[in-house]
């Protein structure tokens, strides 16, 4: 009897403890409101109210994976936080093991931190999985990890493939381009950056590129046009002033 009181005490005592460590319902209720908050925010271009609203969505809800990715969304694509970013994305996988966004997130992370053997396996485990909804951004990554490593062909193949799936992703129509530029194929450069200006007529960086591409070729005049579209539309100052001074260059007529 008196073992079978202790048993149940135990019990008790570890159904007591599991609750307290949990998220409360009133809680997960905050940090979901502190999540759409974010979302609001980051939509109207507000990137620090948005960071704001995401730490305290993770502070309410520690548990919720969709906020802990776009908490490190956030980090790495406006902050340039990638350490912290990184942590974010490893959390939300591991919350959510299935989360192939926050795999090709974190890929794209470690890509840019130069561990690209780290990221592909994340890559290929998103481009397989049959009900992710953007396996154009697992190829596009995929590629161009691919491409640092040395793999032109493997890069190629997985960038056509993010452009077949997706037609409008410029991305994917940029880093085509860049690989076919390193490789000197620069008629298959201008056809590429020129298809890149179409699906993102607002894009400057397009008419930057071809205007480098097309220097290259000798086609100065047309380079010069390229460089003053870019001027025209650069909301970035860095970018604007690099496609005026490449204009400048090139003499009128």
Not at 5 to 20: E, I, S
Not at 38 to 56: N, P, V
Not at 100 to 116: D, F, H, P, Y
Not at 181 to 202: I, N
């Amino acid at each position: 009897m008196r073992k079978l009181l202790v048993l149940v005490l135990v019990l008790v005592l570890v159904f007591v403890l599991a609750a307290c460590g949990g998220v409360s319902q009133k809680d997960r209720e905050l940090g979901e409101v502190h999540q759409r908050l974010a979302q609001q925010s980051l939509a109207s271009g507000d990137t620090r109210a948005a960071l704001a609203e995401i730490e305290k969505s993770v502070e309410k809800d520690p548990e919720n994976p969709e906020a802990r990715n776009l908490y490190g969304l956030l980090l790495h694509l406006y902050f340039q936080r990638l350490d912290a970013a990184v942590v974010q994305y490893r959390k939300a996988i591991e919350l959510k093991p299935g989360y192939s966004e926050a795999k090709v997130n974190l890929g794209a992370a470690l890509t840019a931190q130069g561990r690209c053997d780290e990221a592909i396996p994340l890559l290929d485990e998103a481009r397989g999985d049959l009900l992710y909804r953007e396996p154009y951004l697992a190829e596009n990554n995929l590629g161009w990890c691919k491409y640092k490593k040395g793999d032109v062909e493997g890069a190629l193949m997985h960038l056509r493939a993010a452009v077949s799936n997706n037609p409008g992703f410029c991305l994917g129509y940029r880093n085509l381009a860049e690989i076919a530029q390193s490789q000197g194929e620069l008629d298959d450069a201008m056809r590429l950056l020129e298809r890149y200006g179409k699906t993102c007529p607002k894009e400057p960086d397009a008419d930057y590129r071809l205007g480098l591409v097309l220097l290259e070729q000798g086609k100065d005049e047309a380079a010069r046009r390229s460089f003053l579209a870019c001027v025209e539309k650069a909301k970035d100052e860095e970018l604007g002033d690099e496609c005026t001074r490449q204009a400048a260059m090139i003499p009128e007529g």
